[in-house]
């Protein structure tokens, strides 16, 4: 992981965003956006809710990677 992470409100909802890098994108990830695959190599977000019941560490469990422009046009 590499760069700020920041919050983000989005439908309703708060969510931590943290930036990774290319050099960082070592695996391919499911884009919950566009349905398609997160090449490594590429930079890209991670993406997990912010204010989940459920605590810190299940919302990170549960984190989802997005390319840049799909979760921009969320
Ligand atoms: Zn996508």
């Known amino acids: 992981m590499?760069?700020?992470r920041r919050t983000e409100t989005r439908r309703g909802h708060q969510w931590n965003v943290q930036?990774?890098?290319a050099?960082?994108?070592v695996k391919n990830y499911s884009c919950p956006g566009c349905g398609g695959?997160?090449?490594p190599?590429?930079?890209h977000l991670v993406v997990w809710r912010a204010d989940g019941v459920l605590g810190d560490a299940a919302?990170?469990?549960s984190r989802r990677h997005?390319?840049?422009g799909c979760w921009r046009v969320v």
């Open 66 to 68: 997005w390319h840049t």
């Open 37 to 39: 695959i997160v090449a």
């Open 19 to 21: 930036p990774v890098s």
């Open 59 to 61: 919302d990170l469990a």
């Open 41 to 43: 190599g590429t930079a």
């Open 23 to 25: 050099a960082s994108a």
């Open 2 to 4: 590499s760069g700020w």
